[in-house]
Nanobody, 119 residues
Framework: EVQLVESGGGLVQPGGSLRLSCVASGFNFRLTAMSWVRQAPGKGLEWVSSIGSDGRSTLYADSMKGRSSISRDNAKNTVYLQMNSLKTEDTAVYFC????????????RGQGTQVTVSS
């Protein structure tokens, strides 16, 4: 059974930083590209970033480019999303997804972690 458990969300002021983590189990993590997607209040899922199975290739949505960094530790079955210079519009529930960029919005994902950016 695929399990994805996100953590690291919270309340942060504009301009602040957060590091999200997602621990995966139930599949061969080291052979699987992973992504982060988010859902803001009242909106649909939005792709944020993806990383290849070996961590060498990364992709970012324009909204997060230059402010975020995706990484992974295959020894720990964990994928991370470091987010900096957070804006109020980054407020959303963030999910990790068992997929590369293609199909990320429809892929298996965890329960999510809430990120709230507010002063």
């Amino acid at each position: 059974e695929v399990q994805l458990v996100e953590s690291g969300g919270g309340l942060v002021q504009p301009g602040g930083s957060l590091r999200l983590s997602c621990v995966a189990s139930g599949f061969n993590f080291r052979l699987t590209a992973m992504s982060w997607v988010r859902q803001a209040p009242g909106k649909g899922l939005e792709w944020v970033s993806s990383i290849g199975s070996d961590g060498r290739s990364t992709l970012y949505a324009d909204s997060m480019k230059g402010r975020s960094s995706i990484s992974r530790d295959n020894a720990k079955n964990t994928v991370y999303l470091q987010m900096n210079s957070l804006k109020t519009e980054d407020t959303a529930v963030y999910f990790c997804a068992k997929s590369g960029r293609k199909g990320a919005e429809a892929a298996s994902r965890g329960q999510g972690t809430q990120v709230t950016v507010s002063s």
